[in-house]
């Protein structure tokens, strides 16, 4: 199993910035991708931006791109997403990620785990 813990989060105004950590423990081996989603209420979970850990090809949303960056210290088993120029738009609960090929039972896909969310809040 992974553990996935998120930290960062808060009270931000708008064209400030903020830095999402989410630790990673457990069988962290195995993962391939890492990313980032957020959800506010009444709308489904986005996917803001994703890492491949080898190599480091990353993906971002279209509504983020140029203010966002998502990085991975391997050597601490943490993400990162580094938020710039926010905008209210930008609120929701952000959740952490991480994708492994290991075949779960019990739907025959990839195994996929998840944080448990951090809010940010981008109002003046």
């Known amino acids: 199993q992974v553990h996935l813990v998120e930290s960062g989060g808060g009270l931000v105004q708008p064209g400030g910035s903020l830095r999402l950590s989410c630790a990673a423990s457990?069988?962290?081996?195995?993962?391939?991708?890492m990313g980032w989603h957020r959800q506010t209420p009444g709308k489904e979970r986005e996917l803001v931006a994703r890492i491949i850990i080898s190599g480091g090809s990353t993906d971002y949303a279209d509504s983020v791109k140029g203010r966002f960056t998502i990085s991975r210290d391997n050597a601490k088993n943490t993400l990162y997403l580094q938020m710039n120029s926010l905008k209210p738009e930008d609120t929701a609960v952000y959740y952490c990620?991480?994708?492994?090929?290991?075949?779960?039972?019990?739907?025959?896909?990839?195994?996929?785990?998840w944080g448990k969310g951090t809010l940010v809040t981008v109002s003046s």
């Open positions: 990620d991480a994708d492994s090929p290991l075949i779960d039972p019990a739907s025959g896909y990839g195994m996929h785990y």
């Open positions: 457990g069988s962290i081996e195995s993962i391939y991708a």
